[in-house]
Each structure stands twice: as C-alpha cells, then as structure tokens.
C-alpha cells in the first residue's frame, strides 16, 4: 500500500506563495489520478486540483489561474503550487491518489495545514 506524506504548509499573509509537497512511498507510475483537496475550518473536504498520469489537469474553479499542480513520476511526488493566496484558501490540504482501474485503489495523506492571514 503506497503512503503519501505532504509537507509545505504554513502561515502566510494574502498575496503571498506556497508549495506544497506530497511525497509518495513508492512509485506513483499506476496511480493515473493524484490531487490535493483542501478542508476547511468547519466545511467539508472539497477538491482542488487533480492531475492525471498524462499531465492533464483539473481545478476548482476558485483557484483557477492561481494554483499549478505538477507531478514527478521519477521522485514520486506531486506539488502544488499556490499564488496570490486569499484567506478564503485556508485550511488542511490533503494529497490524494487513485486508479482508475482495477485493483482498485485510493490512498490520502495525513494533511497539512495552510493558513492564511488578510
């Protein structure tokens, strides 16, 4: 079973940068869908990025233009870049991985928080 572990997060005021980083414990080559969900203080858990074993991409329309994800098959880890951060941004991201395929799988990670100040 792959493990996933963030790290990156922060305090930062808005309009400020961060990258986050999600580190896998092994290869990620058959994971076809890696992504970052974010929770915030009382919500539910809402996407915000995913990416595909092909490179395409997808957002949530809130980040749009602010945010890049990426993923390095060779070192097993995914990013997501996030600029002009908003306090509306903060909350607990969370790296997420699944195929799409069988067997079946879908792995998170622990989280880590992002927090940011107006």
């Known amino acids: 079973q792959v493990q996933l572990v963030e790290s990156g997060g922060g305090s930062v005021q808005a309009g400020g940068s961060l990258r986050l980083s999600c580190a896998a414990s092994r290869s990620i080559l058959s994971i076809n869908v890696m992504g970052w969900y974010r929770q915030a203080p009382g919500k539910q858990r809402q996407l915000v990025a995913t990416?595909?074993?092909?490179?395409?991409?997808n957002y949530a329309d809130s980040v749009k233009g602010r945010f890049t994800i990426s993923r390095d098959n060779a070192q097993n880890t995914v990013y997501l870049q996030m600029n002009s951060l908003k306090p509306e941004d903060t909350g607990v991201y969370y790296c997420?991985?699944?195929?799409?395929?069988?067997?079946?799988?879908?792995?998170w990670g622990q989280g880590t928080l992002v927090t940011v100040s107006s």
């Open positions: 990416i595909t074993n092909g490179g395409s991409t």
């Open positions: 997420n991985g699944r195929t799409t395929t069988f067997p079946y799988l879908e792995v």
